[in-house]
């Protein structure tokens, strides 16, 4: 079976939750446009001045996403 991993973009500053929110969307059009899995494409504050945006994949796809997205950390989805 395939483990889940969370590929996750950092964003810090007054403008983290604008900018993990609009990232989160282009996370979506990039898997849809380039017919790729995922479960899940979000966002998360984490505090007033640090928010996420992630994507969740199989493992076995990762390599693409992160090659082509250069996300900024990954771990296990939950």
């Known amino acids: 079976m395939n483990r889940k991993l969370k590929?996750?973009?950092d964003f810090r500053g007054e403008d983290a939750l604008k900018?993990?929110?609009?990232?989160?969307?282009?996370?979506k059009e990039f898997a849809l446009k380039e017919k790729l899995p995922f479960y899940e494409s979000n966002f998360t504050q984490l505090s007033e001045m640090h928010c996420i945006a992630y994507i969740i994949v199989d493992e076995s796809h990762m390599?693409?996403?992160r090659d082509a997205l250069k996300p900024h950390r990954g771990q296990l989805a939950e």
């Open 63 to 65: 390599k693409i996403y």
């Open 7 to 9: 590929l996750i973009w």
């Open 19 to 27: 900018t993990a929110e609009h990232q989160a969307i282009h996370l």
